[in-house]
């Protein structure tokens, strides 16, 4: 699996946009990117996935770049709520193994 | 919906003892399940592949004889810790795949004195 890079900690002011990158230099062309997060002592939560075209379901959206080496997930309107971990991963698809970076530490702040 | 559950969700055992953790799939049937270990504040680790019917696959550095696996049904796989040290406590999480998603159980702490 490509290894994926993140900021290890971001901060966001409550009910503004979160803009979570992530960089996948080394993702092959039937990888998909996937966005989990976690709340503490909790399972990882799906977010959303994409293989090249932008998406957006009710939870976030994904921008992907052209050259399909970075990646985006934003939150539109962050709540104290959205404070976890987030992760993203490059896989082949989701019965595929993930191998988890370091994520990052979001904080929504009140 | 597509829930995963593990039982326990906490366990406290003496070092030497054997533990099992259970990881089922309440709505859906899942062919491959994975489990994950994640020591506090790091990310999760990945420990091996559990297929229905055959043999899981396990990571590079993870001991099959320490952790052993069993993937009996389409709903259930389990993990089973054996002599048990404090170096194994940690949290273990299992996921269960559908169609192009993991799903993920809501952890296991345990802890060995």
């Known amino acids: 699996d490509a290894k994926t890079t993140q900021p290890t900690s971001m901060d966001c002011a409550e009910g503004r946009a979160a803009n979570l990158p992530c960089n996948h230099s080394?993702?092959?062309?039937?990888?998909?990117v996937y966005w989990y997060r976690q709340i503490h002592s909790q399972g990882p939560q799906y977010i959303i996935h994409?293989?090249?075209n932008n998406e957006t379901n009710e939870m976030a959206s994904l921008i992907i770049t052209e050259d399909r080496k970075s990646s985006t997930l934003i939150l539109p309107h962050a709540t104290l709520r959205d404070t976890a971990v987030y992760y993203c991963?490059?896989?082949?698809?989701?019965?595929?193994?993930?191998?988890f970076g370091t994520g990052t530490r979001l904080k929504v702040l009140a | 919906g597509a829930v995963v559950s593990q039982h326990p969700s906490r366990v406290i055992c003496k070092s030497g003892t054997s533990v099992k953790i259970e990881c089922r799939s309440l709505?859906?049937?899942?062919?491959?399940m994975f489990w994950y270990r994640q020591f506090p504040k790091k990310s999760l680790m990945l420990m091996a592949t559990?297929?229905?019917?055959?043999?899981?696959?396990?990571e590079q550095g993870v001991e099959k004889d320490k952790f052993l696996i069993n993937h009996a049904s389409l709903t259930l796989s389990t993990l089973t810790v054996t002599s048990a040290h404090p170096e194994d406590s940690s949290f273990y999480i299992c996921?269960?795949?559908?169609?192009?998603?993991?799903?993920f159980g809501p952890g296991t702490r345990l802890t060995v004195l």
């Open positions: 994409g293989l090249k």
């Open positions: 559990s297929n229905e019917g055959s043999k899981a696959t396990y």
């Open positions: 080394t993702i092959s062309g039937n990888e998909y």
């Open positions: 996921s269960a795949s559908k169609n192009n998603e993991q799903f």
């Open positions: 991963i490059a896989t082949n698809t989701g019965t595929y193994k993930y191998i």
């Open positions: 709505d859906f049937q899942a062919t491959t």
